[in-house]
């Protein structure tokens, strides 16, 4: 069973910077999406950066400009950059890998793989 291990989270300051990283336990097949969530305390899970497959990202307002997505297929990992962070985006973060589909003639069934969560707060 993949596992999605995360790190990179911590106290900052509002202005500052954090980069989360999701390394997977081994390489994953049949990828066609990645993405970041985050849930704050009574709040809902929310989509704060994908990709999918072929590069092209996507990111809501209140984030686009601040936060960027990138991969490493070598190290089996996904970043988020996250830059001029604010108090608001204090959350768990978690990143999402989703699979399924025909790679290189052997067809993969749909998996979400989730990450166990990392805490970012932002606060002064």
């Known amino acids: 069973q993949v596992q999605l291990v995360e790190s990179g989270g911590g106290l900052v300051r509002p202005g500052g910077s954090l980069r989360l990283s999701c390394v997977a336990s081994?390489?994953?097949?049949?990828?066609?999406?990645i993405g970041w969530y985050r849930q704050a305390p009574g709040k809902q899970r929310e989509l704060v950066a994908a990709?999918?497959?072929?590069?092209?990202?996507n990111y809501p307002d209140s984030v686009k400009g601040r936060f960027a997505i990138s991969t490493d297929n070598a190290k089996n990992a996904v970043y988020l950059q996250m830059n001029s962070l604010k108090p608001e985006d204090t959350a768990v973060y978690y990143c999402?890998?989703?699979?399924?589909?025909?790679?290189?003639?052997?067809?993969?069934?749909?998996?979400?793989?989730w990450g166990q969560g990392t805490q970012v707060t932002v606060s002064s």
């Open positions: 081994e390489h994953i097949f049949a990828v066609y999406g």
């Open positions: 990709s999918s497959d072929g590069g092209v990202t």
């Open positions: 999402n890998i989703q699979t399924g589909g025909y790679y290189q003639g052997r067809f993969y069934p749909n998996v979400d793989y």
